[in-house]
């Protein structure tokens, strides 16, 4: 079976859907100086920097 089986997991894929474009779209100072094409993957690399 295929799915989501549980509606937690709904809620964590969600999130982090949510999360990802608004990374895109330059609502967080994450990347904001990178082009947009290559901004998930600058805020991705900030984001391991501080943790």
């Known amino acids: 079976?295929?799915?989501l089986k549980q509606l937690c997991c709904a809620r964590v894929i969600t999130t982090g859907h949510a999360f990802i474009q608004?990374?895109?779209r330059g609502h967080y100072e994450l990347?904001?100086?990178e082009p947009l094409n290559l901004r998930v993957l600058a805020a991705f690399t900030?984001?391991?920097q501080a943790i």
């Open 46 to 48: 900030e984001l391991t």
């Open 22 to 24: 608004n990374i895109r």
């Open 31 to 33: 990347g904001i100086e």
């Open 1 to 3: 079976m295929r799915g």
